[in-house]
Structures are given as structure tokens and as C-alpha cells.
């Protein structure tokens, strides 16, 4: 899509970004249903039971008919480690059928009847349309996390322009608003369009009652009207719209995302243009920086991949910008290599580092959906209600079980043994810090269950506290009683309606000795320890058994 140029005095020497991509990655978490008291873990299956009414429909897997199985496809598939093929892909049908793993835990569905996106980032500033590549939901098996992607293109768009909507479009709320209500480093305007051009849903950035009541009733943010409208029929926690499942956020309100760009030579662009790209900073001259040099000085050691990059030879001319927030691909308009669709790396970027950073971002959304749970369970506890505690050690065992599942299923160090790869994935985890989050996570948990299991222990030792008193206490009356099998009182040629009479005469009061050794345990059981100490007088033994009737202030 060619799209006009944009009023610039210096339009002559701004570099044109001659193929623009960009792909939204959106977590969100899924709320279910609690007043059903069911957890569902095929979320999917409510978008099914809508039928063809629904805008979402599920992506047939390409991987199921061999007959449409490309090279592309091989050598995607190929990139990753074994067990990622089995978490992307699942495994396929053997000569006994399926394998243990069976079917991908990954269901994708794609919203239909959204051609293009219109946007205007400012009010001065002409409109810039977008094609839609496609625009999916990604779903995870026994996890309450899903995950929106948005892919758009367009050709032909001025440096600046490109730096704009990396910077604006991946917006869920805007954090302020500008002096003219205009909102903070958003577009002004963000239309969807369909396939004849009628305008589907419109932004409402600017309309700032929006926003302020909903977080001051529900603590929680609203998000914009274009992506509360893709969203349907899911409905936002909180909102007043009915759906077929709710979400919410997961982390702030940008949205990660991935880009691709192609100049006719991008080793005209300087220092202050790469750092703009990789670390999504508004647009700004060419020869100055977006931050101080001071806190760029290492910045192509931490966030450039340099392996196909070098400004003094031309034959090196890709390179990789990543800061964990955006991934970023430039390279050469020219190359073939760089621009072909299928074995080239816009192939590449558009299947094998499009997963690579959707795995990154659903490991991180999901631990802190994990710390979130945890939270959530200790807030809710009250020691002093007994069904708070057994409602918190549910929760505790499930989030433990889930947390368990997710690290064997979906957790892993490494993607692929291919160099670049695996390199850009280390540099991508690295910045977003999941390594130090899932163990902080993995702490907490087990944290959490050690108490329990400490909780547990307690109770069974005051368990046989009790039992040991009692059994002491009985053993009084059993030897006394039982002493070489004699019977104090010989009632045995009284009638039977007398025997039941001293039996309940006897059982009562047993009954209520036992009853009130239980309630005084703790004290009887001090009071037997007190007994055993050759250090105290008989006067301070006592003293610790009359503390049953009288405690000392």
C-alpha cells in the first residue's frame, strides 16, 4: 500500500523505509467464570460454540496435510529444538496412532471482515492506511493467558512516519493526556476498515471520561474503543459489555511488538535513527540521540545483533535491534535475500522470530499471572476462618499443580541450536528478565506449599499432643482399674437394667474427662513436661497445672 508522502521540509534526504511491517504481540489474562466454581482450560471451545456467527474462526493447521507442506514450512519447523516442535506443533500420527504428546496445546483463531487500518497520528498529519496481514488470537491449553497478534503493512513510508506508529500504534489506553486532550503519545485517530472501505471501529483516545471513572470505580484501566471492538465478543473484566469469556490486562499499556524494515541503503541511517527504532522512542532528527550518550554508550553492545551488520561494507548490511519490549529487523531493499517472502527473512520474520518472541512474551505473561494468583491467594487469607484456610490451600495446591504443568510443557532456556536464533532468543530473555522472574516465581511457590506442609505438620503434632494426654490420663485409670484383672465392684449378678445404669454412669464421665483433656491439651501437656524436669519443685510443677483454671496476667 502506497501512501502519500507526509509535509516534510527535508523530505529529499529522510530515508524511506521502502517495505514497513509490524506485528502486535498483546497477554492478556482470561478471567473464568467464578460463580460457576470452574476453571476452564480450553477457552477456545466458547469462540467454537458460537458457530459462523463468530468473527474468530479457528487457523486450519498447515502442518496437517502433507500435500500442502512447503520448504517454508520445513525450514520453519526445523529451526527448533525437539521439544519446542512438540509445544508449536505437537506430534504427529504414528504407525499406533498418536504419541504421548498428541495435538500443539496452541489454538489460533483469526478475526475476519478487517482489510485495513487508518491512522492519523497527529492532527496536522494526512492519514496513513495500513493492509492487514491478519490479525490472530492465540489460545494455550490449561493456561489463563492469551495472546493477541496484529500484523500490518504498508510501502513506501518516510523514516519518521515508521517511528511514529512503532511508537503510537501499540497503544491499550493512553497513561495522560496532552494540553488540547489529545491522548499521550497516541495516535489522534486509529480507524479499522473493511475490505470496501466502511469504517468498522474508531479510537476515542481524546475522550478522556472514557478512562478516568472506570479506573476510579474498578481500579483497573479501560482500554480504547478499536481494540475493545477487535476484541468481541470477548468483553473487558470490569465493563459492562457481555462476551463469552472476560479478560484484562496483564502488563502495561504498551504493547510488545515486532517490526521490519527495508531501505534502498540502510547504512545511511545513524546512530540516533537506530536507537529510536530499537528502543521505540518518539521520532526526532537524524544526528541527535534520544537519550544522553551516557546512557547509550553501550548501547550496540546491549541491543544490536551485529553479526550481518558493518557500516564500511555494504555486503554486510542486516541488522537486528532488540530491547525485550520490540524486536526489529533493518536490511537492504536490494537483497533478495533480505526481502523474499518465503526463504528470505521476511519469511524468517514472519514465522520463526514471530514464535520466537510470542514464546518469550507467553513465558513472562504467564509468571506474572502466576505472581498475580499468589498475591491473590494471600490476600484472601484469614487464619481465623477455617474456610478461608482450606479455600487458601486449595488455591495454593492448584496454582502449584499449574505452575508445575507450565514448567514441564512450556518452559525452556533454549529454542534452537541455529546460532542466530538462539542468540537473538538469549538476547530477547535477557532483556525481558524471565530467567529472574520464573525463579522468583519458583521460590514463592514452593514458598507457599513448604507452609502448608508446615501448616500440616503443626496440626498433626498438636494432634498427638492431645492424644498423648489423653492416653496418659487413661492410663491411670486402666492400670488402677485393671490392675492383675480384679473388679472393684463385683456387679455381675445384678440385673441388666442396673449393668446399663453404672455403664452410662461411667461412660459420662469418661466422656467428659476426655473432652476436657483435649480442650486443656497444651496445658496438661506442659504440666507432664514440668514433670519430668528434676530442676523445678513440686510448688512450680503445680503451679503450671493450675494455670488449666487460673492464667496469670
Known sequence: ????????????????????????????????????????????????????????????????DPADFHERHYKEFV??????????????????????????????????????????????????????????LHFFYDIDIIILAVEFFANDLPLPVAQEALFKLGRAYPAFWEANGQGGQCPYRVEWLSATGETLAVSDYHHRQHYLPFVGQHRSPNIAAHWEYLLRPLALYHSDREGVMWYRQVEYHRMP???????????????????????????GASDTLPYSERELAQFEQKYCYDKFWDPLDPEFSSRYLCCGHSFVMVGKASERFFTDPDAGLL???????????????????????????????????????????????????????????????????????????????????????????????????????????????????????????????????????????MNIFDETSNPIWVKLLIFIAVVIPSILLVNYA????????????????????????????????????
Open 1 to 64: 500500500m502506497n501512501n502519500p508522502p507526509v509535509n516534510d521540509p527535508n523530505q529529499s534526504t529522510t530515508p524511506i523505509v521502502r517495505h514497513f511491517r509490524q506485528i502486535l504481540l498483546w497477554p492478556l489474562r482470561v478471567i473464568p467464570d467464578q460463580a460457576e466454581g470452574i476453571r476452564i482450560s480450553k477457552y477456545w471451545e466458547l469462540l467454537e460454540g458460537l458457530g459462523g456467527q463468530c468473527p474468530w474462526q479457528e487457523v486450519v493447521d498447515e502442518f496437517g
Open 79 to 136: 529451526t527448533f529444538l525437539p521439544y519446542v516442535q512438540r509445544f508449536l506443533y505437537g506430534e504427529g500420527v504414528g504407525r499406533e496412532g498418536l504419541t504421548g504428546y498428541g495435538q500443539s496445546p496452541i489454538r489460533v483463531f483469526r478475526r475476519r471482515g478487517i482489510a485495513q487500518m487508518r491512522v492519523i497520528f497527529t492532527d496536522q498529519a494526512p492519514p496513513v492506511v495500513f493492509e492487514i496481514a491478519h490479525i490472530d
Open 257 to 283: 511488538l515486532l517490526a521490519y524494515l527495508s531501505f534502498d541503503d540502510p547504512q545511511v541511517l545513524t546512530r540516533g535513527d537506530f536507537a529510536r527504532l530499537a528502543l521505540n522512542t518518539k521520532p
Open 347 to 485: 519469511g524468517q520474520f514472519r514465522h520463526q522470530y514471530f514464535l520466537v518472541n510470542l514464546i518469550a512474551h507467553f513465558q513472562k505473561a504467564t509468571l506474572m499471572l502466576f505472581s498475580e494468583w499468589l498475591a491473590a491467594a494471600i490476600s484472601q487469607l484469614d487464619v481465623r476462618n477455617i474456610d478461608s484456610v482450606k479455600a487458601f490451600k486449595r488455591e495454593i495446591r492448584r496454582v502449584m499443580e499449574t505452575f508445575l504443568r507450565f514448567t514441564h510443557r512450556y518452559w525452556f532456556h533454549e529454542v534452537s541450536n541455529q546460532a542466530q536464533v538462539r542468540d537473538l532468543f538469549r538476547m530477547l530473555t535477557g532483556h525481558l528478565d524471565t530467567d529472574r522472574v520464573y525463579q522468583d516465581v519458583s521460590a514463592a511457590v514452593k514458598e507457599m506449599n513448604n507452609y502448608l506442609d508446615s501448616d500440616s505438620l503443626r496440626r498433626q503434632a498438636n494432634t498427638v499432643v492431645r492424644l498423648t494426654v489423653v492416653t496418659t490420663l487413661g492410663l491411670i485409670a486402666t492400670v488402677s482399674t485393671g490392675f492383675l484383672g
Open 518 to 553: 483435649v480442650a486443656n491439651a497444651k496445658v496438661l501437656s506442659d504440666f507432664l513436661e514440668a514433670l519430668a524436669d528434676q530442676r523445678l519443685t513440686w510448688w512450680d510443677r503445680l503451679k503450671v497445672l493450675l494455670r488449666i483454671w487460673w492464667k496469670p496476667r
